[in-house]
């Protein structure tokens, strides 16, 4: 895996706001990703990762009526080890708990919406590669459009998750898509690491994006760190900054 560390600025030169590639980029639409009656499942490793990744694709795809599945592989407890004021019990409730705001905010109708947590042990997931596949295969079905992170993004997590939907994806006939989140954030140095050529961008206009941030801004407890114990925010500056680009894209 590769190492990864984000200048909280916002300012230096990564991939997201410096490298040329990102200019040339073929446009997708959201029909092309999600065949019209096609059912779409965006599995996310953490509470969080369905806006950063998929918020602007989230709110495209409830337009238009397509069914919905989100999987939410962990409840995101283990975020803050050792903080008295983020413990592992309050985070397993309040996570979950921003999450729903998140998606209220995106404009998802709740009611209908289906929502399955997992209730795996986040920076745990590495070694349950073959528990995670099942799990999500259980939920899926052919002619499904999945949607999770990277399989190379940096994060053991998202490559874990990503490994495992890819996986499920395939055993029950399902079409499987990567949307890289950490990359973004490498130098830009490591430009010649991305998959360009797999890369698809997704257009968004400016009330979906202004939507989207501030679901962003739904996860408090992910908003600022604790240096006193050596945590950094989960959602830094530049994490929220770049919620702010008029697309999002997917390796297809």
Not at 99 to 123: C, I, Q, Y
Not at 207 to 233: D, N
Request: with cysteine.
């Amino acid at each position: 895996m590769k190492s990864l560390s984000i200048n909280e600025t916002g300012l230096s030169a990564q991939i997201w706001n410096s490298a040329a590639q990102l200019d040339n980029i073929s446009v997708i639409n959201t029909q092309s990703l999600v065949p019209p009656g096609a059912r779409a499942v965006i599995i996310a490793p953490h509470p969080g990762d369905e806006v950063v990744t998929c918020g602007g694709l989230l709110q495209l795809l409830s337009s238009l009526d397509h069914p919905l599945l989100l999987l939410s592989i962990t409840d995101g407890s283990a975020s803050h080890p050792g903080s008295r004021q983020w413990s592992e019990k309050r985070l397993s409730v309040f996570r979950p708990q921003e999450s729903v705001e998140a998606l209220r905010r995106l404009g998802l109708p709740m009611h209908s919406l289906k929502w399955v947590r997992g209730g795996f042990t986040d920076n745990a997931l590495l070694n349950q590669q073959a528990q995670l596949t099942e799990f999500i295969s259980r939920y899926l079905r052919p002619g499904d459009v999945v949607f999770s992170t990277w399989r190379n993004d940096s994060n053991d997590d998202h490559e874990a998750v990503g490994c495992a939907s890819y996986e499920a994806a395939r055993q029950v006939g399902a079409t499987y898509y990567d949307v890289p989140v950490w990359a973004w954030h490498w130098p830009e140095r490591d430009h010649a690491l991305i998959p360009w050529e797999r890369a698809r961008k997704l257009r968004l206009d400016t009330w979906t994006v202004a939507r989207k941030s501030h679901a962003t801004h739904a996860y408090a407890s992910q908003l600022k760190g604790e240096p006193a114990i050596g945590i950094a925010p989960m959602l830094p500056p530049v994490i929220l900054e770049r919620m702010r680009l008029p697309y999002e894209i997917v390796f297809i």
